[in-house]
């Protein structure tokens, strides 16, 4: 029995049953031979001649557009590429040769996009002061910035490794800002936004560094903050409420509030988490906790603190939420007999 492993195949029947009846499946950087009204050069021709509600895949390369209608844009995960990353990739999962990075600006009309599963990714509105609402950032790793005099309402950043600006200045505002289970590798708060305009919520989340040099951290926001981890320094913003959250107090104080807890910085290396300043695990396989950890349990309710408690836990490299043929299993590489027998493994990752 030969075992053949995919690389990248989208079960695409599945997107399809689940778009609206006329939506359509286009494709950027695909290796195969090209399909004409499917496959495209680059990103801009494929949002532009893509309608509303179309899902556009990504395969490695380096894209760039700007969004004015409502699209899925779908990668296929990151921390694979073993060629590039040894054994902090995720092999396990699939393997990936070649990198991507996915640059989008958001203009009018890009309300309720949804962007899953991206390596290399850059959002941000085009600071042209218009509404920019219900965008949904999944399982993806990269850059969000909202940024300057656009009105940001209802974003969703989800299960991904992410840095984040918040810089609702110029008539901007952020609210109803939602970041759950994410690893946030940098939080830039640019002095001089209010409480007044930038809300909403963390839940579940890893902060690496909050605070660098004259930024601070939530930029004066009014954000509730629950079952998360502060490693390093944090401020704390007189704003914001923290909750059910663990700091490191070695760094900067622990915030007044129900369910905080501080570490030293040696509880933090060797008893929070499996992998802490280890070579030996993926960059997110890292953050999972150890038994007994401090942040075990730790969180509302009884929840672990962190990336992977919460009822939607993050989910290694960001693998998007669609069935993946990973495995074919053949008799031999030619066909013999009739029939042929084959058998797929297909992942569902939700």
């Avoid at 049953?17 to 499946?25: L, R, V, Y």
């Avoid at 609702?168 to 209010?194: D, E, M, P, R």
């Avoid at 031999?332 to 009739?338: A, L, R, W």
């Amino acid at each position: 029995m030969k075992k053949v492993f995919s690389t990248l195949l989208f079960a695409i029947v599945f997107i399809m049953a689940t778009q609206p009846a006329n939506a359509k499946i286009r494709r950027v950087g695909y290796w195969g031979t090209p399909v004409n009204n499917t496959d495209y050069a680059d990103l801009q021709s494929a949002h532009d001649a893509a309608a509303a509600n179309d899902t556009i895949l990504v395969f490695p390369g380096s894209w760039g557009a700007t969004y004015s209608k409502k699209l899925v844009t779908l990668g296929y995960g990151y921390f694979t590429d073993t060629a590039s990353l040894g054994t902090q990739a995720n092999p396990a999962l699939q393997n990936i040769n070649g990198a991507l990075s996915i640059s989008i600006v958001l203009a009018a009309g890009s309300n309720n996009c949804t962007f899953e599963g991206l390596d290399g990714l850059s959002i941000s509105g085009n600071n042209s002061g218009v509404t920019i609402s219900g965008i949904i950032v999944r399982r993806s790793k990269g850059n969000v910035s909202l940024y300057d005099n656009n009105v940001y309402s209802n974003w969703q950043i989800l299960q991904s490794y992410v840095s984040i600006t918040l810089k609702a200045n110029y008539g901007g505002t952020i609210s109803g800002l939602v970041v759950n289970n994410c690893y946030v590798t940098q939080l830039y708060g640019y002095a001089g936004g209010t409480s007044v305009n930038q809300s909403g919520q963390f839940t579940n989340c890893i902060f690496y560094d909050t605070y660098n040099g004259t930024y601070c951290s939530f930029n004066n926001g009014s954000f509730t903050i629950n079952n998360s981890i502060f490693l390093y320094f944090h401020k704390n913003d007189a704003n914001c409420v923290y909750q059910y959250s663990l700091f490191d107090k070695d760094y900067a104080a622990v915030p007044s509030g129900t369910g905080n807890i501080g570490v030293d910085i040696n509880t933090m290396n060797s008893n929070v988490f499996v992998g802490y300043n280890q070579s030996t695990f993926s960059y997110d396989a890292m953050w999972v906790l150890k038994a007994g950890s401090p942040a075990k349990g730790g969180g509302q309710g009884g929840t672990d603190m962190g990336i992977y408690g919460g009822a939607n836990p993050y989910k290694l490299s960001g693998i998007p939420r669609i069935p993946a043929i990973y495995k074919l299993t053949a008799p031999s590489n030619t066909t013999s007999g009739n029939p042929y027998t084959i058998t797929l493994s297909v992942r569902s990752n939700n």
